[in-house]
């Protein structure tokens, strides 16, 4: 999945807290450059962000006759217009997406959230964060003081590939340290606290 | 919203009252009144503006003490850490291992499960006594050393200590963050601790470590954004001194 990058323009100020707002209710991972001047250089701006979204006042575009369609990695760009009842049609059929500012919060969400989601660029939500089978193993080799090597030997697989499983078991469980692995591994069952104390007397 | 000297020293703590173990720190007890922050700064005989960063790096941890940096001594700087090191191996640390401790006694068939969480912790703060310790022998001293050689008021021992070749650069490069840790003892309690009895026993102790936590990583920050830069500079002008001669 591609990552989310939002290029916002525009001079009002409340405008643009507000538009960052809703994006941090969203509660998606996205990054973002802001822009207020009228006299920008928007071509500068799409070189250096490369981004998939572009959020702008209206009026703030008008000096542009044609809007690029893609963007330096050959991805599309869509434009999402702020609109209110003054903006002339002409100007809103511009922009592939309207967001009526008027609107009361639950609507702007939801009006965001769908328009961002059918651009492609929303990362859907967190996967599930059961280990699999060959996670559950490697967490037991880590959890009894194994190193990536000796894991790797064991399991005939390459210490690249033990580094992978290590990273995601990290990600799903939100445990960074070996300690911390040891004590989960112990709590759900998977090692006993008598193996461990094998391991410890050993190493003495 | 930022910490300012005419806010009044009542209102600091209705807006943010985990500040008060900080302000403990500098001697300050409860009982303000109406004084403001300059004001009780001024009763207690404080640097305000020193005051005002440390308060405020606390309260918004996106804030960056840029400003004004040299204007604190590297003494005051450091008793201010000590101060805090202190407060967590004689209050918070006791607290959060009696906590367990009992947890343990009480619920005798948990026992096993509650033994693993001790001496995760128990490991846990041996990392932490290390990671002080070598502070305050060899960095602490170092830059109390360097500021009493560049103010002309040397002690015995800072000749010896300034002739070892030590540089800030090294703290700077591996000054760990003793948090990690503590961040995955939260996060077994509270995703993974199959029990649900005594809840509210360990909700005391999950807030006694994200206590804890926002704490050191407080403290770490001073110590990356203040001190280092503090120490920097004075490296400088001591090469400088020892050019000219
Ligand atoms: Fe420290
Ligand atoms: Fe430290």
Same mark, same amino acid.
């Given at each position: 999945m591609k990552q989310l990058r939002i290029l916002l323009i525009s001079d009002s100020f409340i405008l643009r807290e507000g538009v960052k707002t809703l994006l941090s209710l969203l509660e998606r991972p996205y990054k973002m450059e802001e822009c207020e001047s009228p006299t920008f250089n928007f071509n500068r701006l799409l070189t250096k962000l490369k981004p998939n979204v572009v959020i702008a006042k209206p009026d703030m575009l008008l000096p542009y006759t044609v809007l690029p369609r893609k963007n330096d990695e050959n991805g599309q760009i869509y434009y999402v217009g702020l609109t $209110? $009842? &003054?903006?002339?049609t002409k100007l809103k059929s511009r922009y592939d997406f309207l967001l009526p500012i008027g609107e009361d919060k639950t609507t702007l969400l939801q009006l965001l959230e769908s328009m961002l989601s059918s651009t492609g660029y929303l990362n859907e939500k967190p996967e599930s964060n059961t280990l699999s089978e060959r996670e559950l193993t490697i967490l037991k080799y880590i959890a009894l003081g194994n190193t990536n090597n000796e894991i790797a030997e064991r399991l005939f697989i390459s210490t690249h590939t033990v580094m992978t499983h290590r990273k995601n078991i990290t990600r799903k469980l939100g445990i960074k340290t070996v300690s911390g692995l040891t004590v989960y591994a112990i709590l759900n069952k998977l090692i006993k606290v008598e193996e461990l104390q094998v391991i410890k007397q050993e190493n003495k | 919203m930022h910490i300012h000297k005419d806010l009044k020293m009542a209102d600091v703590i209705h807006l943010n009252h985990h500040l008060l173990p900080v302000i403990n720190r500098f001697g300050i007890q409860l009982g303000f009144g109406d004084n403001s922050v300059e004001e009780v700064c001024q009763n207690y005989g404080l640097n305000l503006d020193f005051f005002l960063e440390i308060l405020n790096t606390f309260h918004d941890p996106t804030y960056f003490p840029l400003a004004n940096l040299q204007k604190f001594s590297a003494k005051m700087l450091i008793d201010y850490l000590q101060k805090t090191h202190q407060y967590y191996l004689e209050e918070k640390i006791p607290e959060i291992e009696n906590r367990i401790q009992h947890l343990i006694e009480d619920v005798a068939f948990e026992a096993q499960h509650l033994q693993v969480l001790m001496d995760f912790f128990i490991n846990y703060k041996n990392e932490l006594i290390s990671h002080i310790n070598s502070e305050e022998e060899r960095v602490y001293p170092y830059a109390l050393a360097l500021e009493r050689k560049l103010s002309g008021k040397? &002690?015995?021992d800072d000749e010896l200590i300034l002739s070892r070749n030590y540089s800030i650069r090294l703290y700077e490069e591996d000054h760990d963050d003793v948090e990690s840790k503590l961040f995955d003892l939260k996060n077994i309690i509270i995703k993974y601790f199959p029990s649900p009895i005594e809840s509210s026993r360990f909700n005391s102790i999950l807030h006694e470590l994200f206590e804890l936590e926002n704490d050191l990583n407080n403290h770490g920050h001073i110590e990356d954004l203040i001190l280092v830069p503090i120490v920097e500079k004075m490296e400088k002008e001591l090469a400088e001194l020892s050019d000219k001669v």
């Open positions: $209110d $009842d &003054h903006t002339p | 040397v &002690h015995i």
